[in-house]
């Protein structure tokens, strides 16, 4: 990983749909070149994938929340079931297994307040495994970024 790499991964973080020829341009190597070095990283895993970044508004998802859930047992079984629950919930963007004393988090995005109140009550919490949620609307964000920082690389 060099000065070069680094710079082809941290300009496709910031528009993943750049052609080529802006990308070589950018990074300063021909387009051969940086079409090799970009095939690498994808073949070394480097890029896991290239996305579309929606705008939930535009797509009528005004409220996004973190949800904290405690579950009621820490078994392989409990856990196992949990997980593949959120898998299958189309709302929870993103689900972290935390330390301390809560068990994970979760990102949901939902339409509204009513759809929130729906998700919660008949999506989350049907779930008999879990203890307790505490719930986190977000009211707005100071960043909100997918970037990665590359000076560890």
């Not at 790499?5 to 910031?14: K, M, N, P, T, V």
């Not at 070095?37 to 579309?52: H, N």
Request: proline share 1%; with cysteine; hydrophobic share 40%.
């Amino acid at each position: 990983m060099d000065n070069f790499d680094r710079a082809i991964l941290s300009a496709l973080q910031e528009k993943g749909d750049i052609s080529l020829t802006e990308l070589s341009a950018i990074v300063n190597l021909s387009s051969s070149q940086c079409s090799r070095r970009l095939q690498r990283l994808r073949e070394e895993g480097y890029i896991a994938r290239v996305v579309a970044i929606l705008n939930p508004e535009k797509v009528n998802l005004g409220v996004s929340s973190f949800i904290i859930v405690k579950l009621n047992s820490h078994s392989q079984e409990v856990e196992e079931r949990f997980r593949r629950h959120m898998e299958n919930l189309k709302e929870v963007l993103s689900c972290h297994y935390i330390t301390g004393s809560l068990d994970f988090i979760l990102m949901v995005q939902v339409r509204d307040l009513k759809a929130y109140r729906e998700f919660l009550s008949h999506r989350l919490l049907s779930l008999s495994d879990i203890g307790s949620i505490t719930s986190h609307i977000i009211l707005g964000s100071v960043k909100n970024t997918t970037a990665l920082p590359l000076n560890y690389v």
